[in-house]
């Protein structure tokens, strides 16, 4: 499966954005999905999961309450709703698909990245 993340930007904070995570190559119901980031000299952070059917979520909590996941299998698509933005969620952001389980470990397939910068 080939993903392409974009909706990225430069916002202010308390603004919103919200990123989108387009599928190719396979049904994306075949996948978990999940959205993780990387602040420079940060670990990288998983940041929302979804299973296939999108009945099973988890947040991280440093953006749970704020930050919203979902899915459209029919689109091949995956969104994170973001709002209330902080300065500490700049981070290169990526679309992530898993064939296993909702694990973070178990994410194989990644895109390109998009960057969401947060000024104070």
């Known amino acids: 499966v080939q993903l392409q993340a974009s909706g990225g930007g430069l916002v202010q904070a308390g603004d919103s954005l919200s990123l989108s995570c387009a599928a190719s190559g396979r049904t994306l119901s075949t996948y978990n999905m999940g959205w993780f980031r990387q602040a420079p000299s940060k670990e990288r952070e998983a940041v929302a999961r979804i299973n296939r059917s999108g009945g099973v979520i988890y947040y991280a909590d440093s953006v749970n309450g704020r930050f919203t996941i979902s899915r459209d299998n029919a689109k091949n698509t995956v969104a994170l709703q973001m709002n209330n933005l902080k300065p500490e969620d700049t981070a290169v952001y990526y679309c992530?698909?898993?064939?296993?389980?909702?694990?973070?470990?178990?994410?194989?397939?990644w895109g390109q990245g998009t960057l969401v910068t947060v000024s104070s």
């Open positions: 992530a698909a898993a064939l296993r389980n909702i694990l973070p470990s178990s994410y194989e397939f």
